[in-house]
């Protein structure tokens, strides 16, 4: 059973910074692509970040590109997005995210394809 369970979040104010986690178990963590969506009060799921496999590769949507940085530990089985110059409206619950039935995922997938876990809440409030 898959299971992703996200933690790091919490109240920080505009031009701060937080490190968010996912613990992954229930598949091979190393083999998978793995993505970061936000969920903001009120609106749909977006995409926020998506890294490879081996972490080689990463991608981001525009609205956090420069300020979010995603990594992976495939030893600890563990995702991370640190952001840093936190916005307002970077205010969200924040979700990592595995494909579900390969481990890659597809630039077509919407953003609330694969598993996720339960979130953490982002407050960005001054």
């Known amino acids: 059973e898959v299971l992703l369970v ?8 505009p031009g701060g910074s937080l490190r968010l986690s996912c613990e ?20 749909g799921l977006e995409w ?12 981001y949507a ?8 995603a990594s992976r530990d495939n030893v600890k089985n563990t995702l991370y997005l640190q952001m840093n110059s936190l916005k307002t409206e970077d205010t ?15 630039n077509r997938d919407p953003p609330d394809y694969g598993y996720r876990g339960q979130g953490t809440q982002v407050t960005v409030s001054s």
Do not use: H, N
């Not at 525009?62 to 940085?69: A, E, P, W």
């Open 48 to 59: 926020v970040s998506s890294i490879s496999s081996g972490g080689g590769i990463t991608s």
């Open 92 to 106: 969200a619950v924040y979700y990592c995210a595995s494909p579900r039935g390969r481990p890659w995922f597809d």
């Open 24 to 43: 992954a178990s229930g598949f091979t963590f190393s083999l998978y692509d793995m993505r970061w969506v936000r969920q903001a009060p009120g609106k």
């Open 6 to 13: 996200e933690s790091g979040g919490g109240l920080v104010q």
């Open 62 to 69: 525009d609205s956090v590109k420069g300020r979010f940085t």
